[in-house]
């Protein structure tokens, strides 16, 4: 089993930072991925950005050039610069690890939230 906690957010004005955090322990193989999602009301949840265990970074398209994810070992920090209103919503850690050659396991944090106002 994994377990991923999850750490930051918060409240911040527009064109405001915050940082994300997550730390994963458990079960994992070498061979993974890590990242955020995030869900507005109302919204499906989108990709914010992933990390694989040989650091190759994606990310979505509504934050890229202001957002950078970052990690070590099984943790990942998510930095969040230029925050709009838009970025509002609910952030969770997420993990795929390799089970076996033929099967992945995912799992998700408890979700974490960010509000961006004035």
């Known amino acids: 089993q994994v377990q991923l906690v999850e750490s930051g957010g918060g409240w911040v004005k527009p064109g405001g930072s915050l940082r994300l955090s997550c730390a994963a322990s458990?079960?994992?193989?070498?061979?993974?991925?890590m990242g955020w999602y995030r869900q507005a009301p109302g919204e499906q949840r989108e990709l914010v950005a992933t990390?694989?265990?040989?650091?190759t970074a994606a990310y979505g398209d509504s934050v890229k050039g202001r957002f950078t994810l970052s990690r070590d070992k099984n943790m990942v920090s998510l930095q969040m610069d230029s925050l709009k209103p838009e970025d509002t919503a609910t952030y969770y850690c997420?993990?795929?690890?390799?089970?076996?050659?033929?099967?992945?396991?995912?799992?998700w944090g408890q979700g974490i939230q960010v509000t961006v106002s004035s």
């Open positions: 997420y993990l795929i690890t390799m089970v076996t050659m033929s099967s992945n396991a995912e799992y």
């Open positions: 990390i694989t265990s040989g650091q």
């Open positions: 458990g079960r994992i193989d070498a061979l993974n991925r």
